[in-house]
């Protein structure tokens, strides 16, 4: 070979077709392992109105209040928030911890599988693609006896008279197509769109080569986890190469546009502030 750059390596990429569903999150191309031999290198960014918070950069420690779990808090009311998105390692004999009062919490599972079961002793298996919408108050818990990933969402909950939010257990491939006028993205939503529910969780697919037509700047905040593909985040007036396990944090009113690139679609969960007066 008579190679004059490094593209064909680019090129020689292991084919997904055999692998499990987002593989990727927990096993992302330039994982901890492959960026060893680069010291002091991430592709983490950290700003006033957004982050980019990429594998390299993830800390976990033992989560409060749960057992046999690390988590990585990568979204908190430090960075502006006001949500928490952290994930949740579990292993073997594992379970979780309660939210504080009036927190109201969404797990998705990324790798593994949960049994989430509430106070009056109903269980039901979360596996990867599944999620579960714990109200706030209710009472559960999550055990793991092998090993799961968990991405899980927790904000101080926005009551409104007369509203209530119901326990949800469900997964994507369920969630029906929604409508996205002028815009190419395929669109499902985890949580109902009525007024009770404070939050919703967008999971939005781009074919490679389809972006946003819409280059948003609106009052809601974001937290991000990309479970597939790669593609260009811009953010403000910055421009970030992004695949698969990489986490965002984008403020309110930050410009926010996406492009999907690479060989394969592009799949992100998005944490979106909804159906409350901003005063
Ligand atoms: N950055 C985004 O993808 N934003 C969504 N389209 C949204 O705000 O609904
Ligand atoms: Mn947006």
Not at 115 to 137: E, M, R
Request: charge should be negative; hydrophobic fraction near 35%.
């Amino acid at each position: 070979d008579e190679g004059f750059c490094s593209a064909s390596s680019m090129l020689d990429q292991t084919d997904s077709s055999s692998k499990p569903l987002y593989w990727k999150v927990t096993s992302p191309t330039l994982s901890p392992s492959h960026l060893q031999d680069l010291p002091g290198f991430t592709r983490s960014v950290y700003k006033r109105d957004h982050a980019l918070i990429t594998p390299e950069s993830h800390v976990f420690s033992p989560l409060p209040d749960w057992t046999n779990t690390l988590g990585a808090y990568l979204i908190t009311p430090a960075i502006g928030s006001h949500f928490v998105m952290y994930l949740a390692k579990m292993q073997e004999n594992s379970r979780s911890g309660l939210p504080p009062n009036d927190v109201e919490r969404l797990i998705f599972v990324t790798q593994g599988a949960v049994t989430l079961t509430n106070a009056s002793g109903i269980s039901s298996k979360l596996v990867v693609d599944s999620y579960a919408y714990l109200p706030p108050n209710f009472d559960h818990s999550l055990k793991c006896d092998g090993s799961a990933t968990l991405v899980v969402f927790e904000r101080r909950y926005a009551f409104l008279d007369n509203h209530i939010t119901e326990h949800i257990v469900g997964s994507t491939d369920k969630q029906p197509l929604l409508e996205t006028p002028g815009e190419v993205f395929e669109l499902r939503k985890l949580l109902p769109a009525s007024m009770p529910y404070d939050f919703n969780i967008h999971i939005m697919d781009f074919q490679p080569g389809e972006f946003l037509n819409v280059k948003e700047v609106h009052y809601n905040q974001h937290g991000l986890l990309l479970l597939e593909g790669q593609g260009i985040y811009r953010l403000g007036d910055s421009w970030y190469p992004v695949q698969a396990g990489d986490v965002i944090w984008m403020a309110p009113f930050v410009p926010q546009w996406y492009a999907a690139l690479g060989k394969t679609r592009s799949r992100y969960l998005l944490y979106k502030d909804v159906n409350r007066n901003p005063l």
